[in-house]
């Protein structure tokens, strides 16, 4: 029979005495974690390879089927502080590291659900703050000890990142990590280094998964506007946040015509300014415009006479790799920038049905390569790109700090382990606090087992019992009990302990939380509710005029 660990809530006559019912020093953090829970209830159902898929109605209408928690946080209209807070906690751990968001919301939850036992228990708010503090140094310190691999550094990165990649309903899984991995290895500096805007990702619907594959150079979607549609050698590019045409088109702009002559005029006018634009481009030596905008007819006419190839992308995201990559910065004006980007040729690439634009280098000095996506839906598409980017950040986040831990939840299980082991003997403070942060690492492999369908209680009664008999590779499976290094279920250790630093400020900010001060909106300023206040004071308005 497994052994059972201790609890929080037996561990009451271990603390100091305190207030136990409902009053003020718990009033505040139950908020906090009303909140939280209702965050991670939204969350929990998608963590892990085998969660559940939700269909996400954006605030512009457009319906996503997406099981990735960056994607739903990111939709959420949140009103209540602490479910604000701990968002941006989980969204810094996407921009960071690309990986382990749900993790830091099912953990913080967790571990403000023991918070709260905690005070219940009657442990003091502030001494709780400390301990957690010291519980999660301490669980951090334990942390690099499970890692039990390290990717090496002529070795291929595909077995590491395999895991990282295989989630949810991706299929082509196997192939697409290939790719990555290629890619990756490829795009990585002779000494070491490697930066992920040198990869791109370029997204064309239609043809299968299969059809994906790499390109050199950096491919976007899209294809040239105009005529000239090959720039064959000494490529300059600008790029332009702004539509190709007006100046200002967000300006208030009337004009006042009272005579047909005066309509003629003021077209020629407007024909001139595009034809100086284009005019200042081909003179500093632009033969490449790439613009995140509308593209208009007499000015894309200009482009072609000077010979300037004009490409239009929808992504702002797309047009920040290519300004990082050419090192030129994005104008949002149609004006020349000072240094237009380099390279070697741009040309149109045909991949069956799809087009993509491909930004090429000579073979020696290229510094992006690009991914092409190919699929049918646009459902599946959105998932292999995800999927692709967090291949790209996980490979990121191996050229840094090599090492692995393993994954399928035995991380977790084994540090809950670990800090039962040493909280179950100590009395005072430390010893429940330690008890608690185990209890809440629990719950992730627990979660895993629910998502799985599994008898989450029977699963995770054998997963303790393995631990416990010193057999920390243990994780959840499909099918339960697994031995994560034997499957290849692998977690980066960078990802993990910044997740876990993550958690415990978002969680030391909460339990410290005294008060949620909320003002109201569209509330009269005191000078609005007495207007006369200023004139009863003595106070006389002095009007300057002509005299």
Not at 253 to 273: M, P, Q
Not at 379 to 386: D, N, T
């Amino acid at each position: 029979m497994a052994h059972r660990a201790p609890s929080v809530r037996d561990l009451p006559q271990r603390l100091c005495r305190g207030p136990r019912g409902q009053g003020a020093e718990e009033r505040h953090l139950l908020s906090s974690l009303a909140a939280a829970q209702a965050l991670a209830n939204v969350i929990r159902p998608c963590y892990g390879p085998y969660g559940l898929q939700k269909l996400l109605v954006t605030a512009k209408g457009e319906t996503v089927f997406t099981g990735y928690a960056t994607a739903i946080l990111r939709a959420l209209q949140l009103q209540h502080p602490a479910a604000q807070l701990l968002r941006d906690a989980a969204l810094g751990q996407a921009e960071r590291c690309g990986d382990g968001v749900a993790f830091v919301v099912l953990l913080a939850e967790a571990l403000l659900t023991q918070a709260d036992l905690l005070l219940r228990a009657g442990l003091p708010r502030a001494q709780l703050r400390e301990a957690y503090a010291a519980a999660t140094a301490e669980t951090l310190a334990l942390l690099p000890s499970l890692a039990i691999r390290s990717l090496g550094p002529l070795e291929d990165p595909f077995w590491a990142l395999y895991s990282v990649m295989n989630t949810h309903t991706l299929s082509q899984a196997g192939y697409l990590a290939k790719l990555v991995a290629h890619v990756c290895w490829a795009a990585k500096d002779p000494d070491g280094t490697f930066r992920r805007e040198r990869v791109g990702v370029c997204v064309l619907q239609g043809g299968q998964p299969e059809d994906s594959c790499l390109l050199p150079g950096l491919a976007v979607p899209g294809k040239p506007c105009g005529q000239v549609t090959v720039v064959q050698r000494g490529a300059r590019v600008a790029v332009f946040a702004c539509p190709f045409g007006l100046p200002s088109p967000n300006a208030p702009t009337k004009a006042r015509l009272s005579s047909a002559a005066e309509l003629i005029r003021f077209r020629k006018g407007s024909e001139h300014v595009f034809q100086k634009h284009v005019e200042q481009l081909a003179n500093a030596g632009v033969n490449v415009a790439v613009v995140c905008g509308e593209i208009e007819e007499k000015p894309l006419a200009q482009a072609d006479k000077h010979g300037i190839m004009v490409i239009q992308v929808q992504s702002p995201r797309q047009l920040a790799g290519l300004s990082e990559v050419l090192g030129t910065p994005v104008m949002h004006h149609l004006v020349a920038p000072l240094e237009p980007g380099k390279c070697q040729r741009v040309y149109g690439q045909e991949l069956r049905d799809g087009m993509a634009v491909v930004f090429e280098w000579e073979p020696p000095t290229t510094p992006a390569l690009s991914v092409v996506l190919r699929g049918p839906t646009t459902a599946g598409l959105r998932e292999a790109e995800q999927a692709v980017y967090h291949g790209i950040d996980a490979y990121f986040q191996l050229c840094q700090d090599p090492r692995l831990l393993p994954g399928a939840g035995a991380t977790e299980m084994a540090l809950a382990k670990m800090l039962s082991d040493r909280g179950t003997p100590l009395e005072g403070l430390r010893g429940p606090v330690l008890l608690a942060f185990a209890q809440a690492l629990r719950s992730l492999p627990a979660t895993l087992a629910e998502n799985a369908g599994l008898a989450a209680a029977c699963v995770m009664a054998d997963v303790s019992a393995a631990h416990q008999a010193g057999y920390f590779l243990a994780g959840v499976g499909v099918e339960g009990l697994i031995d994560a290094a034997r499957e290849e279920v692998w977690d980066t250790l960078g990802a993990k302990a910044q997740g876990l630093q993550a958690v415990a400020d978002v969680v030391l900010e909460l339990v410290t939380v005294d008060e949620i001060v909320m003002a109201k909106e569209g509330a009269p300023s005191q000078q609005d509710l007495n207007p006369n206040e200023k004139k009863a004071r003595g106070w006389t308005p002095i009007t300057c005029g002509n005299t």
